[in-house]
Nanobody
Framework: QVQLVESGGGLVQPGGSLRLSCAAS????????MGWYRQAPGKQRELVAR???????NYADSVKGRFTISRDNAKNTVYLQMNNLKPEDTAVYYC?????????WGQGTQVTVSS
């Protein structure tokens, strides 16, 4: 069993910042890619950012220059620093990891950007 525990979501004003964290635990032998996805009401889940074991990253065009993904391999944890948040960033954010035994999702954390 693999568990992903997310934290850091909440309500923030436009232009504000939040930092999401996702800690993985359980029967984890080798985490390859770690990432964050989001799903807004009425929309499909989309990739926000992804990071490989060696630190290579890719971002959705809509968040480039504002969001930064990082990971701590010793703690099996991935972070998403979100700056200059916009109302269109409002969504449920999901952590995702890909391991030797397959892919796993977190339960999601709500991010709401509103004045």
């Amino acid at each position: 069993q693999v568990q992903l525990v997310e934290s850091g979501g909440g309500l923030v004003q436009p232009g504000g910042s939040l930092r999401l964290s996702c800690a993985a635990s359980g029967s984890i032998f080798s985490i390859k890619t770690m990432g964050w996805y989001r799903q807004a009401p009425g929309k499909q889940r989309e990739l926000v950012a992804r990071i490989t074991t060696v630190g290579s990253t890719n971002y959705a065009d809509s968040v480039k220059g504002r969001f930064t993904i990082s990971r701590d391999n010793a703690k099996n944890t991935v972070y998403l620093q979100m700056n200059n948040l916009k109302p269109e960033d409002t969504a449920v954010y999901y952590c995702n990891i890909y391991t030797d035994s397959g892919g796993y999702w977190g339960q999601g954390t709500q991010v709401t950007v509103s004045s």
